[in-house]
């Protein structure tokens, strides 16, 4: 499969801004639909995002479209989730996550995980 290594978190202030990054080893990244989701303690694991292997297909829930931005560059081997506007809602880990279809949403449906990065958004 494809090992997945996200970075970028932090603590911030409402109102703040970052960036989230996820670098892929292992079976060449170009073939997977990736995904960025995040979970809060005590709360299930949700989707936030998605991008075609390509790069020029995105999708979002609902909760997030609008401040928050997936992409990726296929020479960096590299997903990235650009988190705007940040709120003390959005306090989670956030994972990186490699799918075979464009579209799906369900952790069932993506295959490799990486550890995850802690945010925390503090009011």
């Known amino acids: 499969q494809v090992q997945l290594v996200e970075s970028g978190g932090g603590s911030v202030q409402a109102g703040d801004s970052l960036r989230l990054s996820c670098a892929a080893s292992?079976?060449?990244?170009?073939?997977?639909?990736m995904g960025w989701f995040r979970q809060a303690p005590g709360k299930e694991r949700e989707f936030l995002a998605g991008?075609?292997?390509?790069?020029?297909?995105?999708y979002y829930a609902g909760s997030v479209k609008g401040r928050f931005t997936i992409s990726r560059d296929n020479t960096k081997n590299t997903v990235y989730l650009q988190l705007n506007r940040l709120k003390p809602g959005d306090t989670a880990t956030y994972y990186c996550?490699?799918?075979?279809?464009?579209?799906?949403?369900?952790?069932?449906?993506?295959?490799?995980w990486g550890q995850g990065t802690q945010v925390t958004v503090s009011s």
């Open positions: 996550a490699a799918a075979r279809t464009y579209g799906v949403e369900r952790q069932a449906d993506f295959h490799s």
């Open positions: 292992g079976r060449v990244f170009t073939y997977w639909v």
């Open positions: 991008v075609s292997v390509s790069g020029d297909r995105l």
